[in-house]
Nanobody
Framework: QVQLVESGGGSVQAGGSLRLSCAYSGYAYNRKCMAWFRQAPGKEREGVASFSVGAGSTGTGYADSVKGRFAISQDNVKNTMYLQMNSLKPEDTAMYYC???????????????????????WGQGTQVTVSS
């Protein structure tokens, strides 16, 4: 059974940084995509960053709104995925979710276009609040 548990959210002033963590278990696929999504009140859930493993290659993807500010990474030894968020803006305020699926795809690399519907596994979310 796949389990994803996020942590690291909190409140920060604009320009500050936070690092989110997603500890996962029961998730072992040769081809996969793991991602961070976020959802602000009254808005749809949107992709933020993704990490994809395909046929002998890996890649990352980012939403245009976070490119150059956020960085996704993975530690296979600790079974943990991270999202380093720098230069935070008030518009980054949202609940952040970790997600995973067993399929690799071009929607998980470059400009992230992967949709929530394509992910089978989700964490419970961690709140990020950025004040101006």
């Amino acid at each position: 059974q796949v389990q994803l548990v996020e942590s690291g959210g909190g409140s920060v002033q604009a320009g500050g940084s936070l690092r989110l963590s997603c500890a996962y278990s029961g998730y072992a696929y040769n081809r996969k995509c793991m991602a961070w999504f976020r959802q602000a009140p009254g808005k749809e859930r949107e992709g933020v960053a993704s990490f994809s493993v395909g046929a002998g290659s890996t890649g990352t993807g980012y939403a245009d709104s976070v490119k150059g500010r956020f960085a996704i990474s993975q530690d296979n030894v600790k079974n943990t995925m991270y999202l380093q968020m720098n230069s935070l803006k008030p518009e980054d305020t949202a609940m952040y979710y970790c997600a995973a699926r067993s399929a690799w795809g071009y929607d998980c690399i470059g400009t992230m276009t992967a949709t929530p519907e394509s992910f089978a596994y989700w964490g419970q979310g961690t709140q990020v609040t950025v004040s101006s």
